[in-house]
């Protein structure tokens, strides 16, 4: 029965979902293999420790994905076999940097697989993509919707999926997410977390730019991981192979979360004053947006490091306080997730951000002593 579970590749294995998905695959024991590729080393990559079994050295091969060289590597299995799911959880996923680096570290990457993937005739490739690819609306995006990146990584996740979709053979699924959450993230979340208990340390207000309902929608990683592999499974049996175009879908809790459900989370758990500026410091925001970052930026970056030292921890972390200013612009980030759960009969556990999910994320800062 063993050898019926499907062998998984995970590209960017180390990565926040990618780890996450080799754990939900370890612990339900839905793989007969699964192989982690990443850039990085585990010892480097902040695992805690319920993901040392499902990221175990067995398991896991350093390798750029990117260069074609490395790709026999990566693909060939000692049995002569092929995988049969592939997951690209790799990239760059930073904001703001140059065109050269996502064009490099992401789309060449997604291409590269994309072509071996077809070549061997993998039976799913599954492509992680943004759902900032849809010109920004407070109405929740469809996938048929009209397509407008407003990130440089948006542009590039995009060109990649358009590209991807051209390549002969592939057996091509993209999935479209929004701002994902949950323990140890070190993104978004993370983020708005910092400079929440910074404004606390400093006994002041926390005041968010721009107006109480634009659109940050959030998609729980536990969620995440399972839709990925809901949609392997369903692309497999469904036998939609090869189908052009092929299917994309948006994967978003049902929150519909929004700066101002940010702000009373903030304010709940850290019990400061949180608010939202004025228009015409929004507008003038939006008309030097640098100097606003920059301003905001040197607010909370030093007093954090202090708080960090006064907290005794002298190892470097993943969070930060530090805002993108790609991050802060006046964009909806806004999908409609219904598809996904109508065609594969997907269902949310986690069906928005809350209070208590939040706390819970800061718990497991603690536990990983990153928290001061």
């Not at 990221?55 to 994905?65: G, L």
């Not at 939609?240 to 989370?265: E, H, L, Y």
């Not at 007093?303 to 991050?327: C, R, V």
Request: a negative charge; one cysteine or more.
């Amino acid at each position: 029965m063993a050898e019926e579970k499907p062998a998984v590749l995970i590209i960017g294995g180390l990565g926040y979902t990618g780890r996450h998905l080799a754990r939900y695959l370890h612990e339900n024991n839905l793989a007969s293999t699964i192989r982690l590729v990443d850039k990085h080393l585990p010892e480097l990559a902040w695992l805690a420790p319920e993901f040392k079994e499902a990221c175990s050295k067995e398991r896991f091969m350093q390798a750029d994905a990117s260069r074609e060289q490395s790709l026999p590597r990566i693909f060939d299995r000692e049995d002569n076999k092929q995988f049969d799911y592939v997951f690209n959880c790799g990239g760059e996923t930073r904001y703001s940097q140059e065109d050269e680096v996502y064009k490099m570290r992401s789309y060449n990457l997604s291409m590269a697989l994309g072509t071996e993937a077809a070549k061997r005739k993998i039976k799913c490739y599954v492509e992680i993509s943004t759902g900032m690819v849809y010109k920004p609306d407070s109405v929740p995006r469809k996938e048929t919707d009209k397509l407008k990146p407003w990130s440089k990584l948006a542009k590039w996740k995009l060109s990649a999926e358009e590209d991807l979709a051209k390549i002969e053979g592939l057996n091509l699924l993209v999935l479209r997410t929004v701002h994902v959450y949950g323990p140890y993230t070190s993104k978004f979340l993370a983020t708005a977390l910092c400079m929440a208990r910074v404004y606390q340390s400093l006994g002041k207000e926390m005041k968010f730019l721009w107006k109480e309902d634009l659109r940050t929608n959030t998609v729980h990683v536990e969620d995440l991981v399972r839709a990925m592999w809901t949609g392997a499974e369903w692309y497999v049996k469904e036998g939609v192979a090869g189908r052009r175009p092929p299917p994309v879908f948006n994967i978003v809790d049902k929150g519909n979360t929004s700066q101002g459900d940010m702000a009373r989370i903030m304010h709940e758990i850290f019990d400061i004053e949180t608010g939202f500026h004025n228009t015409f410091i929004s507008a003038f925001a939006r008309l030097n947006l640098d100097h606003v970052v920059d301003d905001v930026n040197d607010e909370t970056l030093d007093p954090w490091a202090e708080l960090q030292n006064n907290a005794g921890i002298s190892q470097s972390t993943p969070l930060s306080p530090f805002m993108e200013k790609e991050l802060l612009r006046d964009m909806d980030l806004c999908l409609d997730g219904s598809e996904f759960e109508r065609v594969t009969g997907f269902q949310y556990s986690h069906p928005k951000i809350t209070k208590e999910e939040v706390e819970k994320v800061i718990e497991s800062y603690k536990s990983m002593g990153w928290w001061p």
